[in-house]
């Protein structure tokens, strides 16, 4: 016959561990749970840091332009640059972009990179297609004919 002390403890012993099971589930429940919300705390947080970043660089930018156009003071016009209305006029007036490289006094592959986006224009190029902007098919096609 076995011993009641050793059957008594074997018991205790199970549900012992069936207690310490069930108590380490919930906490395991409860782990994933906290580790899920600090992963999307810091997705945030970082998206914040990235946003604040950017704001902080345009910010500078623009003290920078302002204080640019400050000193200039010659009353000249900001021009703006848009991809779509550079190869929409190009389009328009029918000409190749080696064309009207030369018109604004770039290279045609100038021309393709500022319409597709991965290239602006400096200040002066900015000019120079301003100009061009003002023209027709006939002035270009005699500013053409005569270079």
Known sequence: MPNIASILKSEISRVARKEVRAEIETLKKASVHHRTAIAALRRQVSALEKELRNVAKGSARSARASSASDES??????????????????????ISAASYGKLVGVSGQTIYHWEQGKARPRAAQLESLASVRGLGKVEVAQRLGTE
């Open 73 to 94: 003071g010659d009353g000249e016009t900001k021009r703006r640059f848009s991809a779509g209305r550079l190869a929409s006029h190009r389009t328009k007036l029918g």
